[in-house]
């Protein structure tokens, strides 16, 4: 059987055996048939909120905050029809802040590529840079014991707008509402506390838990100390067509958003897998062998223990270079040492979520990589790499004999399956 596999921005066509494979895509949905119309409507016609125009005032300072490169929101599109609704409002008061988190800031080239040129040559826009601590705002401390900084710009901002994406997440449960401000613009000393050995290791910090999850529930408390305006939330189909916005307010728009993701991407199984081939969404979401963890985790919901999963990640841009996540797999003497290190009293690196999430999942099931990166290094980060996807099932299923199971989830982490006894 032939399947398409989300990679790069071209995808893989991949042959799988007849038998014993089962292939689990989240339920489709069409895009709307009109997609600014609908847009408008819901910012005009809000969940829980006065509609958006009725909330600013002439002299008000506008902050609005969208995701940063590693995210398939769709910002060419929103982006622009939300400063069209805003045309009213003198531009030099609009400030749009690109919510890096701990990631790498973009470039102007990739600024145009995700706003548009018309929007960077017309609006103020910032990146923020979490560890530059003149450009934060210290709002104390939280119920969990976090320190709390906040880009300064949006703190100030008298209407701050916060947009995204809400898909299913393998720690904070879903994406989308709060996680504009941690860790979108939080500081880095708040996001280290956030991402901790400890809040990471919770048996609730996982996919589809937002409500007793204590990463989550930090996350929203921080945002709702922020007193976020309006929140534009939106999901997508595996065409990255708009299927759902969820516009208003924080709360109610969110977790609307949230049940409407539930039902589509969340697929019940009836039996754990010898084999799962997971992909990571493709463009731009497997970006780097980093944000594979969330594929990798994917297929960890439901390959047994002992069982092997094969990832299926361009990686263009490397391990990548830049933050942590490399340094911390490069020096690991074992997984185990990972766990060991990360977990020490005393120790704190950012990226080090990323690690022990790896760690965890390689500790429960083989991990193989399919991706542009050379085989030197994928070894160093403790992975196997192969050349071939439909030679490595082979092997595998040589290993695990001829009627083992095999799960494929073309779309990565856009699917999250769960066993039915869970």
């Known amino acids: 059987m032939k399947v398409d596999?989300?990679?790069?921005?071209?995808?893989?066509?991949?042959?799988?055996?007849?038998?014993?494979?089962?292939?689990?895509?989240?339920?489709?949905?069409?895009?709307?048939?009109?997609?600014?119309?609908a847009f408008f409507e819901a910012l005009r016609q809000p969940i829980g909120s006065k509609p958006l125009k009725d909330l600013?005032?002439?002299?008000?300072?506008?902050?609005i905050v969208f995701s940063d490169l590693t995210r398939p929101v769709p910002n060419t599109r929103i982006i622009p029809w939300l400063l069209e609704e805003l045309a009213f409002h003198p531009k030099e008061r609009i400030t749009l802040i690109n919510a890096?988190?701990?990631h790498r800031i973009n470039t102007e080239d990739e600024l145009i590529s995700m706003l548009t040129k018309d929007v960077v040559q017309q609006y103020r826009i910032i990146?923020?840079?979490?560890?530059?601590?003149?450009?934060?705002?210290?709002?104390?401390?939280?119920?969990?014991?976090?320190?709390?900084?906040?880009?300064?710009?949006?703190?100030?901002?008298?209407?701050?707008?916060?947009?995204?994406?809400?898909?299913?997440?393998?720690?904070?449960?879903?994406?989308?509402g709060p996680k504009a401000v941690l860790p979108?613009?939080?500081?880095?000393?708040?996001?280290?506390?956030?991402?901790?050995?400890?809040?990471?290791?919770?048996?609730?910090?996982?996919?589809?838990?937002?409500?007793?999850?204590?990463?989550?529930?930090?996350i929203h408390e921080v945002?709702?100390?922020?007193?976020?305006?309006?929140?534009?939330?939106v999901t997508l189909n595996k065409d990255r067509a708009i299927t759902g916005i969820f516009a208003g307010d924080l709360d109610q728009a969110h977790a609307q958003g949230v049940e409407f993701v539930r039902k589509t991407a969340m697929q019940p199984v009836e039996h754990a897998f010898d084999i799962v081939v997971t992909t990571n969404s493709g463009y731009p979401l497997d970006i780097n062998l980093y944000q594979t963890v969330?594929?990798?985790?994917?297929?960890?919901?439901?390959?047994?223990?002992?069982?092997?999963?094969?990832?299926?990640?361009?990686?263009?841009?490397?391990?990548?270079?830049?933050?942590?996540?490399?340094?911390i797999l490069h020096e690991a003497t074992s997984l185990q040492n990972i766990l060991d290190t990360i977990h020490a009293p005393g120790y704190s690196q950012f990226d080090q979520w990323e690690a022990q999430i790896q760690a965890m999942i390689q500790l429960?099931?083989?991990?193989?990589?399919?991706?542009?990166?050379?085989?030197?290094?994928?070894?160093?980060t403790h992975i196997t790499p192969i050349p071939s996807i439909e030679a490595c099932v082979a092997e595998l299923q040589h290993k695990y004999g001829p009627n083992a199971l095999i799960a494929v989830l073309p779309e990565g982490p856009q699917t999250i399956p769960y066993l039915l006894e869970n």
């Open 223 to 233: 945002a709702v100390m922020t007193h976020p305006t309006f929140l534009i939330n």
């Open 5 to 37: 596999l989300k990679y790069g921005k071209q995808g893989l066509t991949v042959e799988f055996p007849d038998e014993h494979v089962t292939v689990i895509e989240p339920e489709f949905v069409a895009g709307l048939a009109d997609e600014k119309s």
């Open 294 to 327: 969330k594929g990798m985790s994917a297929a960890r919901k439901i390959v047994k223990k002992g069982g092997s999963i094969i990832a299926v990640s361009e990686c263009w841009d490397g391990i990548p270079e830049h933050g942590n996540y490399k340094k």
């Open 100 to 102: 890096t988190g701990m």
């Open 56 to 63: 600013i005032k002439p002299e008000d300072t506008i902050a």
């Open 364 to 380: 429960w099931a083989d991990v193989y990589l399919y991706s542009s990166l050379s085989e030197d290094e994928v070894k160093k």
């Open 127 to 176: 990146n923020h840079v979490s560890t530059e601590k003149e450009t934060l705002t210290s709002l104390g401390t939280d119920s969990f014991g976090g320190p709390i900084y906040v880009n300064s710009e949006y703190y100030r901002a008298d209407v701050k707008i916060l947009t995204g994406f809400i898909e299913p997440h393998f720690f904070a449960g879903f994406s989308g």
């Open 184 to 218: 979108g613009v939080a500081g880095a000393e708040t996001v280290m506390y956030n991402h901790n050995a400890r809040m990471i290791g919770d048996p609730k910090a996982t996919w589809g838990i937002t409500k007793g999850n204590p990463l989550w529930e930090e």
